[in-house]
T-cell receptor
Framework: AQKVTQAQTEISVVEKEDVTLDCVYE???????LFWYKQPPSGELVFLIR??????QNEISGRYSWNFQKSTSSFNFTITASQVVDSAVYFCASSGGYQKVTFGIGTKLQVIP | GAVVSQHPSWVICKSGTSVKIECRSL??????MFWYRQFPKQSLMLMAT?????????EQGVEKDKFLINHASLTLSTLTVTSAHPEDSSFYIC?????????????FGEGSRLTVL
């Protein structure tokens, strides 16, 4: 079974600040996948990234970057130079040998202008 | 990119009625679709896994007779909330995986907000 912990329930930052959203996962699977999704106030889920357990390379996409560390079972997400449009709930999720995805509780990010 | 569409986006119904929500994969075939429920300010909880041509697999605690799932084709799965009650009011989201392997990307629908009066 998968378990995803997002210890930060709400974060507020001032625009242009950097912010890191933490995610810790638990799994017994040797092959697994980790995800980040964004849910803006409108409700739809926006896919941000998927990593598999064999690829520990960090990834950068524009202002977004992800730090995957198997040693600490963490998959943290950093937004650089945050913007008001980044305000949303961000979900970390994992998927093991089965197809279903387990979501964390989500971190609500508020970027204040 | 692949798109998953849900209909309706919003639905308000009276207690005791049944409501059907559709989930369509628009440009890919999905042998497996997933239905999630999200209560306000909470995470997404998997309700069931919908498999084309076979019975859905329900998560523990989800009443299969109340939440009827039909996956009649490779592009359509439906969730019917039978005899809806106010406690069924929630945001229902479906997802479909492109491809058959676990590596396929998950695409989510826009969600359907159900309000039961």
């Amino acid at each position: 079974a998968q378990k995803v912990t997002q210890a930060q329930t709400e974060i507020s930052v001032v625009e242009k600040e950097d912010v890191t959203l933490d995610c810790v996962y638990e799994t017994r699977d040797t092959t697994y996948y980790l995800f980040w999704y964004k849910q803006p106030p409108s409700g739809e889920l926006v896919f941000l990234i998927r990593r598999n357990s064999f690829d520990e390379q960090n990834e950068i996409s524009g202002r977004y970057s992800w730090n995957f560390q198997k040693s600490t079972s963490s998959f943290n997400f950093t937004i650089t130079a945050s913007q008001v449009v980044d305000s949303a709930v961000y979900f970390c999720a994992s998927s093991g040998g089965y197809q279903k995805v387990t979501f964390g509780i989500g971190t609500k990010l508020q970027v204040i202008p | 990119g692949a798109v998953v569409s849900q209909h309706p986006s919003w639905v308000i119904c009276k207690s005791g009625t049944s409501v059907k929500i559709e989930c369509r994969s628009l440009d890919f075939q999905a042998t497996t679709m997933f239905w999630y429920r999200q209560f306000p300010k909470q995470s997404l909880m998997l309700m069931a896994t919908s498999n084309e041509g076979s019975k859905a697999t329900y998560e523990q605690g989800v009443e299969k007779d109340k939440f009827l799932i039909n996956h009649a084709s490779l592009t359509l799965s439906t969730l019917t909330v039978t005899s809806a009650h106010p406690e069924d009011s929630s945001f229902y989201i479906c997802s479909a995986r492109a491809g058959t392997a676990n590596t396929g990307e998950l695409f989510f629908g826009e969600g359907s907000r159900l309000t039961v009066l």
